[in-house]
């Protein structure tokens, strides 16, 4: 790729994000403009899903936590703030994460959505100028379109990234903390999954102990302050995410997953569901695999959150904000190692991909998986060098 030169790189990045700064000042005036309800594109509210976030937040604050797994009281809740219906969608989150966004009612709306986005924002910053230590880094991860997802359906993808990666830039030096920090991904649990079977391959028993740790303290701190009952609310709500997508109500051509590919291509729920179980099996025996062998530690970390994004069924294109770690673990070695061929087109496809899959997606082109799938393949070839096959006999 001669024509992505680093002069371009300094260029290119920049553009993007002063395209993305005058669509957050549009969309703020916007919200302003469309008076108390702060609604923008299509009606949803100006942050898109940290609605949902400040909403149970002021409910808890109020007393009315019980009533954040009911989706009536919920949703009207949503309606009297907002003044729209726009964003039909209850909550689904466990009860960990309603207490980590507990504090975003404290501050009126548009200041907390300014807070949460900038406290996250910077830790999925700081973490990616960590993995990929060079003075680009920053504008490329600002000019991501998967961050541009992120950022403006005021979504958690930042701190799941924070969380996925810092945690895994610590392991080495720090195997207490760093796995402390992979075990907070638990608020979101089809992340945790794969995170015990990568610690487990890599004999990193301390840390998979501090993983077990934080996630147990997490769940049992927010079984202290809410009590039993919104647990075992939460427990039935458990089906609601496939309820919501047979009445669509979530859209299936949002999802960038093996599963979400199969429906938009015409495949009833049950084979889709069949096919994701594959996957998973398959990028479970993958993840085992690169870890149990020791490749670089810069080729299994971007394994692990690759294989996240394909486990799990239900991901969105605010949850490609993730990809970012792998796309800068992956970089960062053909910088420092030598590229294969095919590796640097590969990457800058992907980093495209999370700006063309969502419109590509309503021609019932799903791409999103497709690109995950074929960055696993760089993952393979470095995996399978003689230091890596050596190390491990």
């Given at each position: 790729?001669?024509?992505?030169?680093?002069?371009?790189?300094?260029?290119?990045?920049?553009?993007?994000?002063?395209?993305?700064?005058?669509?957050?000042?549009?969309?703020?005036?916007?919200?302003y403009?469309?008076?108390?309800?702060?609604t923008?594109?299509?009606g949803k509210?100006?942050?898109?899903?940290?609605?949902?976030y400040?909403?149970?937040?002021?409910?808890t604050?109020v007393?009315?936590?019980?009533?954040?797994?009911?989706?009536?009281?919920?949703?009207?809740?949503?309606?009297?703030?907002?003044?729209?219906?726009?964003s039909?969608?209850?909550?689904?989150?466990?009860?960990?994460?309603?207490?980590?966004?507990?504090?975003?009612?404290?501050l009126?709306?548009?200041p907390?959505?300014?807070?949460?986005?900038?406290?996250?924002?910077?830790?999925?910053?700081?973490?990616?100028?960590?993995?990929?230590?060079?003075?680009?880094?920053?504008?490329?991860?600002?000019a991501?379109?998967?961050t541009?997802?992120?950022?403006?359906?005021?979504?958690?993808?930042?701190?799941?990234?924070?969380?996925?990666?810092?945690?895994?830039?610590?392991?080495?030096?720090?195997?207490?903390?760093?796995?402390?920090?992979?075990?907070?991904?638990?608020?979101?649990?089809?992340?945790?999954?794969?995170?015990?079977?990568?610690l487990?391959?890599?004999?990193?028993?301390?840390?998979?102990?501090?993983?077990?740790?934080?996630?147990g303290?997490?769940?049992l701190?927010?079984?202290?302050?809410?009590?039993?009952?919104?647990?075992?609310?939460?427990?039935?709500?458990?089906?609601?995410?496939?309820?919501?997508?047979?009445?669509?109500?979530?859209?299936?051509?949002?999802l960038v997953?093996?599963?979400?590919a199969a429906?938009?291509l015409?495949?009833?729920?049950?084979?889709?569901?069949?096919?994701?179980?594959?996957?998973m099996?398959?990028v479970?025996?993958?993840?085992?695999?690169?870890w149990?062998?020791?490749?670089?530690?810069a080729?299994?970390?971007?394994?692990?959150?690759?294989g996240?994004?394909?486990?799990?069924?239900?991901?969105?294109?605010?949850?490609?904000?993730?990809?970012?770690?792998?796309?800068?673990?992956?970089?960062?070695?053909?910088?420092?190692?030598?590229?294969?061929p095919?590796?640097?087109?590969?990457?800058?496809?992907a980093?495209?991909?999370?700006?063309?899959?969502?419109?590509?997606?309503?021609?019932?082109?799903?791409?999103?998986?497709?690109?995950?799938?074929?960055?696993?393949?760089?993952?393979?070839?470095?995996?399978?060098t003689?230091?890596?096959?050596?190390?491990?006999?």
């Amino acid at each position: 790729m001669k024509w992505l030169t680093e002069q371009r790189l300094l260029i290119y990045p920049r553009i993007f994000v002063v395209l993305y700064v005058l669509l957050g000042v549009f969309f703020l005036f916007s919200a302003y403009l469309s008076g108390p309800g702060l609604t923008i594109y299509k009606g949803k509210p100006l942050g898109f899903d940290f609605a949902h976030y400040w909403v149970a937040s002021s409910m808890t604050l109020v007393g009315d936590s019980a009533t954040v797994y009911n989706v009536p009281e919920f949703l009207k809740a949503l309606e009297v703030r907002f003044h729209t219906t726009a964003s039909p969608i209850p909550w689904l989150y466990p009860p960990t994460f309603l207490l980590m966004v507990l504090p975003l009612a404290l501050l009126p709306y548009v200041p907390s959505l300014g807070v949460w986005l900038g406290v996250t924002l910077w830790g999925y910053l700081a973490v990616l100028r960590r993995v990929a230590p060079n003075p680009n880094t920053i504008w490329l991860a600002l000019a991501f379109p998967g961050t541009y997802q992120n950022f403006f359906s005021g979504q958690n993808g930042f701190l799941s990234g924070a969380f996925l990666g810092g945690g895994l830039l610590l392991l080495e030096r720090h195997p207490w903390v760093g796995g402390g920090l992979l075990g907070l991904v638990s608020y979101k649990p089809h992340l945790m999954v794969l995170v015990p079977v990568a610690l487990v391959a890599g004999r990193r028993w301390q840390a998979l102990l501090a993983a077990l740790v934080a996630a147990g303290s997490l769940a049992l701190a927010s079984l202290l302050v809410f009590g039993p009952g919104l647990w075992w609310a939460f427990v039935k709500n458990l089906s609601l995410p496939a309820r919501l997508l047979a009445d669509g109500q979530l859209p299936v051509h949002k999802l960038v997953t093996i599963f979400g590919a199969a429906l938009q291509l015409g495949a009833p729920v049950s084979v889709a569901l069949v096919i994701q179980g594959i996957v998973m099996i398959g990028v479970v025996c993958l993840v085992f695999w690169v870890w149990r062998w020791e490749a670089p530690f810069a080729v299994q970390a971007a394994a692990l959150i690759l294989g996240i994004l394909l486990f799990t069924p239900y991901a969105f294109p605010y949850d490609l904000a993730l990809l970012a770690l792998p796309l800068a673990w992956l970089g960062w070695e053909g910088y420092s190692t030598g590229w294969r061929p095919g590796e640097q087109v590969l990457l800058f496809v992907a980093w495209v991909m999370p700006l063309l899959a969502p419109k590509l997606a309503e021609f019932h082109l799903p791409v999103a998986p497709l690109v995950l799938l074929a960055l696993l393949m760089p993952v393979i070839n470095r995996t399978m060098t003689p230091t890596a096959i050596s190390k491990s006999c």
